[in-house]
C-alpha cells in the first residue's frame, strides 16, 4: 500500500501569512493526489485534483504543486476562514490512501 | 444540484451487521465511481471501499476486506456499505463521495460528499 506523510501536523499561522502544507508518498504516484479540506463537524471539500488543478469555487490563493512522491499545497495569503484541518489523498492505486491531516490553526 | 445523503448509521453491538444507504442526485448516476470514506473519532480520514459505474468493480482497505461490501444500485441511483461483525474501531462518521471524472476519464479526486451517518459500536 501507499504510505502518505504530511508535515507538518499541525501549523500555527497569523491572516495574510503564506502556508505550505508538504505531503510525500512511499512510492511514485505521478500527479494523482488531491488535496481536502475539512471543517470542525463537516464533511470534507476538495481544493485541489491531479495535484496542480484548482477544484470548481475554490479561491485562487490556493495552488498544489508537484509529481512523483512530493508534493505542496499553499495557501499565498491565510484568510480567516481557511483555519482547517488539510488532507493529501493518493488515487494512483488502491487501496486509495490519505495523508494524517495537517491541521492550520490561528496564531 | 448535485446531493448526496448518506443514512443508516446508528448505535450497534459488537458483532452486528448494518447496512448504510447513499442517496444520489443531480449527476448521472450510473456513470461515475462512488466512494466510502470513514472517520473515527478525532481522528483523520480513512478511505474505506470504491465502485466503478458500470462494471461495478469493487476495491477495499485491508483493514475492511472481508467484513465490508460495497455495491450500488443505478436505477435507485443508490450506493450501499454492507458492515459485518462490527468492531469498536469501526466506530466513526462514514461519509459516500464521488470520485470526479476528467475530459479523459481519469480521476479528478472526490468532489461531492454527503454529510456523513454515525455508526457506533459498543456494548
Known amino acids: 500500500d501507499i504510505q502518505m506523510t504530511q508535515s507538518p501536523s499541525t501549523l500555527s499561522a497569523s491572516v495574510g501569512e503564506r502556508v505550505t502544507i508538504t505531503c510525500r508518498a512511499s512510492?511514485?504516484?505521478?500527479?494523482?493526489l488531491a488535496w481536502y479540506q475539512q471543517k470542525p463537524g463537516k464533511a470534507p471539500k476538495i481544493l485541489i485534483y491531479?495535484?496542480?488543478n484548482l477544484a470548481s469555487g475554490v479561491p485562487s490563493r490556493f495552488s498544489g504543486s508537484g509529481s512523483g512522491t512530493e508534493f505542496t499545497l499553499t495557501i499565498s495569503s491565510l484568510q480567516p476562514d481557511d483555519f482547517a484541518t488539510y488532507y493529501c489523498?493518493?488515487?494512483?492505486?488502491?487501496?486509495?490512501?490519505f495523508g494524517q491531516g495537517s491541521k492550520v490553526e490561528i496564531k | 444540484e448535485v446531493h448526496l445523503e448518506e443514512s443508516g448509521g446508528g448505535l450497534v453491538q459488537p458483532g452486528e451487521s448494518l447496512r448504510l444507504s447513499c442517496a444520489a442526485s443531480?449527476?448521472?448516476?450510473?456513470?461515475?465511481?462512488m466512494t466510502w470514506v470513514r472517520q473515527a473519532p478525532g481522528k483523520g480520514l480513512e478511505w474505506v471501499s470504491a465502485i466503478t459505474g458500470g462494471s461495478g468493480f469493487t476495491y477495499y482497505a485491508d483493514s475492511v476486506k472481508g467484513r465490508f461490501t460495497i455495491s450500488r444500485d443505478n436505477s435507485k441511483t443508490t450506493l450501499f456499505l454492507q458492515i459485518n461483525s462490527l468492531r469498536a474501531e469501526d466506530t466513526a462518521v462514514y461519509y459516500c463521495?464521488?470520485?470526479?471524472?476528467?475530459?479523459?476519464?481519469?480521476?479528478?479526486?472526490?468532489?461531492?460528499w454527503g454529510q456523513g451517518t454515525t455508526v457506533t459500536v459498543s456494548s
Open positions: 443531480g449527476f448521472s448516476f450510473r456513470s461515475y465511481v
Open positions: 512510492q511514485s504516484i505521478s500527479h494523482w
Open positions: 463521495a464521488k470520485v470526479g471524472l476528467g475530459d479523459d476519464f481519469s480521476y479528478n479526486g472526490m468532489d461531492v
Open positions: 489523498q493518493q488515487f494512483d492505486n488502491f487501496p486509495w490512501t
Open positions: 491531479r495535484a496542480s
